[in-house]
Every structure is written in structure tokens, then in C-alpha cells.
């Protein structure tokens, strides 16, 4: 098999990935605030992480170098993931995945800043095609933008400060100890947050499945997709990851009865195009300088 072909296939496991853990979501929304939701996840990941870290006695590779970092680019993720888990429940799964494929737009506006990288004319024309994306997904003016939009749109934010920081923390860290940090800090924010009001609810016995899902859906798409990316470039994989759309419109209409908007689909296109753009012109790039 081709390492092409074992890309996609990773590919569709992250797909599968997401779109399970947004259907777990939804059915703990009604049982579990957010919060509660990312502490229980950051348990469940500990105890992978941890185990894994163990059998394959890694735990040199768990360093205490830029612990400021780790810190910032988890505030980044448990932010963004957090917002993302509120969106979930207010607006269709399709209009919250589309929103979150803006992530890659931001971590090109915000590069400039955080990484002192250069803004291209064809990073500005694919942020732009991206905010018109936005535009026709969330439609201000035709129609109310509600919380839900507002909670989606701004995890992409969150997102893309964890992806920035943890392309700085790459340089010098492993996964196993980018994953480490990850669980553990999330699990104390989770903690911190849930507990503030002195009222943690613990899932019912109905829902703990669920709890364990959404925890190992978080990693493993994780894991498929940095697996992914082992085998094959970015111009693979991201077309890859798009047909997340289709497929969680029909989820969401099968399980939901969400009506398949075609102005979010086609909004996602332009998002896509303005990634994919952006894409082609960075591997453009890296071909032409060696």
C-alpha cells in the first residue's frame, strides 16, 4: 500500500474522529457543562497518555523545558475546545465544523505575531477569501448571529494559538511530551473551572460511555492526523479532512434533523479554497528552495 493511500486512510480516521466527538458533545451538553466535559476528557486522556508513556518508557522525553509554553498553548487549546463544545449544542454540527476550518486563517494572520513569519500576497488573498467564506456562512444582517456562531468563530482563534505554539514547542519537544501537558495542564484548568462554583456534576451512568468516547476521540484524531501528515504533505491531506463537511451534514440531519444549509456549504468552500491556496503556494515555496 502506497504511503499516499495509508495517509487517507489515517485521514478518515481523524475525520470519524471529530465528527464522534461531536456527537459526543451534543449528548453530554445536557448533562455536563463544558467545562465538566474537558476535565472528564483530560482524565480519560491522562490515563492513555500516561499508559502509553509507560509501556514504551518514554518518560525521558518528559521534560520540564518551556513549561511557559506548554502552559500558553494549552490555555490556547482548552479555550478554544471549550467554546467549541458550547457552539455544539446552539447551531448545526455543519455551521460549527465550517467555522472551525478557519482555524488555518488565522494561524496565517496571526503567524506574523506570535512567529514573526512574513504575510504573502497569497496568504492576504487567502484570508480574504476566507473572511468572504465566513461572511456567507454566518450571513450578518440576513440573519441573526447567535451565540452559538460567535462561540464557534472564536475557538478557531484558540485553536490556532495552540497549533502556533505547538509548532514552536516541536522544534525542541516530542508528542509524548507535548500530549503529557496537554491532558495533565487541561485536566487542573478543567478542575479549576468546573469546580469555581463548588458544584462539579458527575456524569450518570448513561452518559460515562460517552465521557470515555469523547476522550479517546480527542486523541485519536490527534494521532491519525500527525500520522497522516508523517506520510504525506499538507496538499493530501487537507483535501482529506474537508469531506468532514458533507459527512457531519449528513450526521446532523440523520441524527438531528438539521437542514443541509447550502449557504454553509458553500461558505466552507471558500474557507477551503482560501486554506488550500495557501497550501500550494507554502509547498510551492519549500520546493523552490532546495
Not at 476566507?130 to 468563530?153: D, E, K, Q, Y
Not at 503556494?281 to 519549500?286: D, K
Request: hydrophobic share 55%; net charge positive.
Amino acid at each position: 500500500m502506497s504511503p499516499t493511500i495509508k495517509a487517507c486512510l489515517w485521514m478518515l480516521g481523524t475525520v470519524s474522529s471529530f465528527i464522534l466527538m461531536a456527537v459526543c458533545g451534543r449528548v453530554l451538553a445536557g448533562d455536563l457543562d463544558t467545562f465538566e466535559i474537558m476535565m472528564y476528557r483530560s482524565f480519560v486522556g491522562i490515563v492513555v497518555v500516561v499508559g502509553v508513556i509507560q509501556m514504551q518508557n518514554r518518560w525521558s522525553e518528559v521534560t520540564t523545558d518551556r513549561l511557559g509554553m506548554h502552559f500558553f498553548r494549552n490555555i490556547g487549546h482548552f479555550t478554544g475546545q471549550n467554546l467549541w463544545f458550547a457552539a455544539l449544542p446552539l447551531i448545526p454540527l455543519a455551521q460549527v465544523f465550517a467555522l472551525e476550518f478557519t482555524t488555518p486563517l488565522w494561524v496565517l494572520l496571526l503567524a506574523p505575531l506570535v512567529l514573526g513569519e512574513r504575510l504573502t500576497r497569497v496568504g492576504m488573498l487567502a484570508a480574504v477569501l476566507g473572511f468572504i467564506g465566513i461572511l456567507v456562512v454566518t450571513r450578518p444582517g440576513m440573519i441573526a448571529v447567535s451565540p452559538g456562531v460567535i462561540f464557534a468563530s472564536l475557538s478557531a482563534i484558540g485553536f490556532a494559538l495552540s497549533v502556533l505554539l505547538t509548532r514552536k514547542l516541536t522544534q525542541t519537544a516530542t508528542t509524548a511530551c507535548i500530549l503529557f501537558y496537554l491532558t495533565t495542564m487541561q485536566a487542573v484548568m478543567g478542575v479549576v473551572m468546573a469546580g469555581y462554583d463548588m458544584d462539579i456534576a458527575l456524569p450518570s451512568l448513561a452518559n460515562l460511555p460517552w465521557v470515555v468516547l469523547v476522550g479517546l476521540a480527542g486523541l485519536f484524531a490527534h494521532f491519525c492526523y500527525t500520522s497522516a501528515l508523517q506520510l504525506a504533505p499538507a496538499t493530501v491531506v487537507a483535501p482529506v479532512d474537508f469531506i468532514r463537511l458533507p459527512l457531519v451534514m449528513v450526521v446532523g440531519a440523520l441524527l438531528y434533523g438539521e437542514v443541509l444549509d447550502p449557504f454553509v456549504a458553500l461558505g466552507a468552500v471558500l474557507i477551503f479554497g482560501g486554506n488550500y491556496l495557501n497550501i500550494l503556494s507554502a509547498a510551492r515555496r519549500a520546493q523552490s528552495s532546495r
